[in-house]
């Protein structure tokens, strides 16, 4: 995933450009930036946050830096914002999604005239780069942008930062937010909408699907109007979203109580406690708790003064050493007990599964899983979701080949998405065996999009079901 945060301002902004962008640390664990542009002209600072928080790295920064306009990020891959000098004039950009036909974008670019793309580690081009090559492309940049929305099978929101004003641009199926606040003599956008509360800004407007508009400190003009079809993820109150964001009028955290108080609403089991595993899984956990009348508890707590996010390393050995690691017991709440968890989801269901063996060794009773979502069928095409080279890495589908002797069709694979069918019954109790829960129940999908409480032809739910590749179905059907 990602995020970015930027700023058009009277004064100067690095101040709050440095903690706009530090309040999206969730979405991303490998490189942070940040760009501005002042009386010395464009300035930038990028580094590695894999082993420490966006704060440390960047303190002396904020302190070098000057300017009245900037943007910063958070990225889970590339180094971004990357500053580069075309025809348009010199600009900083960066950008939060995914491209899939990356290598077709770029024998285009080498079609159409002599260019050049800097490798990164294993040969790769940073996406980044190639949507400012594609931008470069076009006579100005908001033409540039709409060019780029076009041509990218994926998705791909930006921000671009010149020395007049910020370009922001929500993707072309709204599947990430861009929000803009406004305070005296500036304007912020935002990935995440609590981001500028704490800075002064008060909210101005969410962009719509595909909207691109250039903001100054004064004004906030749009240049593209939003287009009429949404596909905003779903995962982003699930799990992605930060507990006091909002996006599409639906906040993060009273979602994840509906979603919970649905679970229980189908549900035959009497644990003594509920739990969510942290942090994504707790206020899933409380909404549960509340509707059932089952005690909510925390049998492990989650020591987070060293410990980041456990999908950090590339590595996956290394994300469950990690998992295991910030996961702390308490004793007394998982001894003898019949614990229900909820997780955010099950994808690989390597970690899920050792945390159940580590609280039947602990002396747990039972333990009754049931994840905040439905069962993962699809790698997400749009997002960068899961870092899983293949969708065998997922286990349901592994658990689905098992099933059926060889890799299923479209039609099979519909069935097994189906949670009144046999199908579907036959690969959750597949995956129960195998992690050895006691109890299984996924979250469904109809309930999942009442959780969220906006109309399904609004939401992307591609990795549950495949529905929300616009460029494929037309309409999403």
């Known amino acids: 995933m990602g995020g970015f945060f930027g700023v058009a301002s009277k004064q100067d902004c690095v101040l709050d450009l440095f903690f706009g962008t530090d309040y999206h640390s969730h979405l991303g664990t490998r490189r942070g930036g940040m760009a501005v542009y002042g009386e010395k002209g464009f300035d930038r600072a990028i580094h590695n946050i894999q082993n420490s928080p966006f704060r440390t790295k960047f303190d002396r920064d904020v302190t070098d830096l000057k300017g009245n306009i900037g943007i910063g990020c958070i990225s889970d891959y590339e180094p971004q914002p990357l500053l580069i000098h075309s025809h348009l004039g010199s600009y900083a950009i960066t950008t939060v999604g995914k491209i899939n036909n990356i290598d077709e974008l770029v024998a285009d670019a080498f079609a159409n005239g002599r260019t050049q793309f800097l490798e990164m580690s294993g040969s790769n081009i940073n996406p980044t780069e190639l949507v400012a090559s594609i931008i ?120 994840r109580y509906h979603c919970g108080k649905l679970l229980a609403g189908r549900d035959n089991v009497t644990p003594d406690i509920v739990a969510g595993v942290p942090d994504s899984g707790t206020a899933h956990a409380i909404g549960y708790a509340n509707a059932s009348g089952i005690p909510f508890a925390r049998p492990f707590i989650k020591y987070t003064p060293t410990w980041p996010r456990s999908f950090m390393p590339t590595d996956q050995n290394q994300r469950n050493l990690i998992a295991r690691m910030k996961l702390i017991p308490v004793d007394s709440l998982i001894r003898n007990k019949k614990l229900l968890l909820i997780d955010d989801s099950i994808v690989r269901g390597t970690q899920l599964g050792e945390t159940t063996e580590f609280l039947y060794r602990s002396g747990a009773k039972e333990v009754h899983i049931r994840p905040a979502c439905p069962p993962l069928l699809y790698g997400c095409k749009f997002l960068n979701f899961s870092r899983s080279n293949s969708e065998m890495d997922l286990i349901t589908r592994r658990m689905i080949r098992e099933l059926e002797g060889n890799d299923p069709d479209e039609n099979t694979l519909a069935q097994y998405a189906d949670p009144d069918g046999e199908r579907y019954q036959a690969m959750i109790e597949a995956i129960r065996k195998k992690l050895n829960f006691t109890t299984l129940r996924f979250h469904r999908l109809d309930d999942m999009v009442r959780s969220v409480g906006i109309p399904a032809e609004k939401l992307c739910t591609y990795c549950w079901d495949k529905k929300g590749d616009c460029r494929t179905c037309g309409h999403c059907k």
């Not at 370009?167 to 500028?196: M, Q």
């Not at 903001?215 to 979203?241: D, N, Q, R």
Request: aromatic letters at 10%; hydrophobic letters at 35%; glycine letters at 10%.
């Open 136 to 255: 470069n492309q076009e006579d100005t940049i908001a033409d540039g942008i709409c060019h780029a929305q076009q041509v990218i099978d994926g998705s791909m929101t930006i921000l671009v930062m010149t020395k007049d004003g910020l370009y922001a641009a929500r993707d072309l199926y709204g599947r990430t937010p861009v929000v803009i606040g406004k305070k005296d003599n500036a304007h912020c956008v935002s990935f995440e909408s609590f981001a500028y509360i704490n800075l002064g800004y008060e909210d101005r407007k969410e962009l719509g699907p595909g909207e691109i508009v250039y903001v100054t400190p004064e004004s906030v003009e749009t240049l593209k109007a939003p287009g009429e079809e949404m596909k905003i993820c779903t995962f982003l109150w699930i799990y992605y979203g930060y507990p006091t964001s909002s996006y599409e009028g639906v906040n993060v955290e009273d979602m």
